[in-house]
């Protein structure tokens, strides 16, 4: 038989309303009309974003843009508050000849309330079986020409992000939270962070990339990511806490400045202090947070890909094409008439091969290849030219601390520079790689055409007399 229905199984269902305070209200109303129980939990709150300055200077320049969409109510509201006040008092001129584009009756609305010209406003239609930006595509697609502008208005998803060079009023006050300031190659730019970078050398330096400083007030971090490269991580002031992980699913969230790992799974969790260090291989996931204000060094290690070997290799094979193989031309005296003249023929497959071939197939070559590439500054990176420059042999020189130099068997490589290198020049060019300056013996030891090349260098600034 069937049980008796109680007076428990016949209440409505009761739904639990988490928008902002502002709107829940509303919400509940609605629903306890329809004959739900419904209460109110604010879990959400829409605020203002960090830096306003985006959305002023598209007010500013709004006529520019064909239409402008806003994906949410909250959207609308928190723009129009950034409306300029000349803009109301010219009678909404901006707005009278831009479009606005909506995926629903409640953005629609809000727009009204702002004033926005009703025939000025495209939104799917009331009967549509779903709002969102598909729907709406199918409503405005004819609108949109080739060099056509779109603004769209949306929150910033709690990660705003700023590039370089900033001025020091673009930075947040030091007492905001939830900040952090990434500052790269410091090495380059001061003998303190270099010294301090020269105590990795214990691998070798075509590995070593650069040091960066992350400065971070309370709360603040960059979110749960993964590099692809090893990384020391340095504490230096303050504490900040670290939620680690092997990441096996690297998807990240879409639509951010950020990569941020949309499932991160932490598996360990370490606080550092001044003087700890914590070190990561390529691919663990990692988010730190600073537990107020703090300061962490990043030693970054190179981790060249197979792809950008590939590419960066051969792009210097074919610059030096014509020196390795030579330019003679592909030639058929015995090929017969064809009466498929689209084959490809295997003769001419076989040139192409011999000839590839024949430009890889000489080891020392790759070797300087690769050491020119590898020390080639980055681009960003500049040299101050010593027009003092003199004989460099008498006198100790320093590497200046932006030169990259390496060595194999045949040669010495100096910032983007080979040189075919044999007997005492040898042996001092690699002390010279390996300790980063030569005494003045050293350098007396030197034959004429070695100190040549350290004069040529001081005079570029990628060395100096001490």
């Not at 360990?268 to 990692?286: F, K």
């Not at 390496?406 to 005492?424: K, M, P, R, T």
């Amino acid at each position: 038989m069937p049980a008796p229905a109680s007076a428990e199984t016949n209440r409505p269902p009761c739904v639990v309303v988490t928008r902002p305070a502002a709107q829940a209200p509303g919400w509940v109303q609605a629903l306890r009309d329809a004959g739900l129980d419904a209460v109110s939990l604010p879990l959400i709150t829409i605020a203002p974003v960090a830096d306003a300055e985006p959305a002023r200077n598209a007010w500013e320049h709004l006529q520019e843009f064909s239409a402008v969409m806003f994906v949410s109510a909250n959207a609308v509201e928190h723009f129009f508050r950034l409306r300029p006040a000349a803009s109301g008092e010219r009678g909404r001129s901006d707005e009278s000849a831009v479009r606005a584009w909506v995926t629903g009756a409640g953005t629609r609305r809000s727009l009204l309330l702002f004033g926005w010209p009703e025939d000025r406003i495209d939104a799917p239609d009331d009967a549509s079986e779903q709002f969102d930006s598909e729907t709406l595509w199918r409503q405005v697609q004819a609108q949109v020409r080739a060099g056509s502008r779109v603004l769209i208005v949306r929150g910033a998803d709690g990660w705003q992000l700023k590039r370089g060079p900033l001025a020091r009023r673009a930075l947040p006050p030091l007492a905001q939270r939830d900040w952090t300031l990434l500052v790269q190659g410091v090495d380059l730019h001061d003998e303190r962070a270099h010294a301090l970078l020269q105590q990795f050398r214990f691998v070798p330096d075509a590995r070593l990339d650069d040091l960066m400083i992350s400065y971070a007030s309370d709360g603040g971090g960059v979110g749960p990511h993964f590099d692809s490269y090893d990384v020391f991580l340095l504490q230096t002031h303050g504490r900040r806490r670290w939620r680690i992980g092997r990441q096996k699913n690297l998807s990240l969230v879409e639509g951010l400045p950020l990569k941020i790992l949309a499932d991160f799974q932490p598996e360990q969790e370490h606080v550092l202090e001044p003087g700890d260090m914590l070190y990561l291989p390529p691919r663990w996931a990692h988010d730190g947070v600073a537990e107020g204000e703090c300061m962490t060094y990043s030693i970054g290690f190179r981790q060249p890909s197979t792809d950008e070997v590939v590419r960066e290799l051969l792009q210097r094979v074919a610059d030096d094409a014509n020196d390795l193989v030579g330019d003679a031309a592909y030639r058929d005296p015995n090929q017969p008439a064809t009466d498929q003249p689209g084959l490809l023929p295997p003769a001419m497959l076989e040139f192409a091969r011999s000839a590839i071939e024949k430009a890889l197939n000489d080891p020392r070559h790759l070797s300087l290849l690769l050491g020119e590439w590898l020390t080639e500054p980055k681009p960003d990176v500049w040299f101050d030219a010593d027009d003092a420059a003199g004989d460099a042999s008498p006198l100790q020189v320093v590497l200046d601390r932006r030169t990259r130099m390496l060595y194999d068997a045949q040669h010495v490589f100096i910032n983007g520079e080979g040189f075919s290198a044999s007997g005492q020049d040898a042996r001092l060019m690699r002390t010279l790689a390996d300790q980063r300056r030569l005494t003045a013996a050293q350098c007396a030891r030197l034959s004429a055409g070695a100190r040549d090349l350290l004069s040529q260098w001081q005079a570029a600034g990628w060395l100096h007399e001490r």
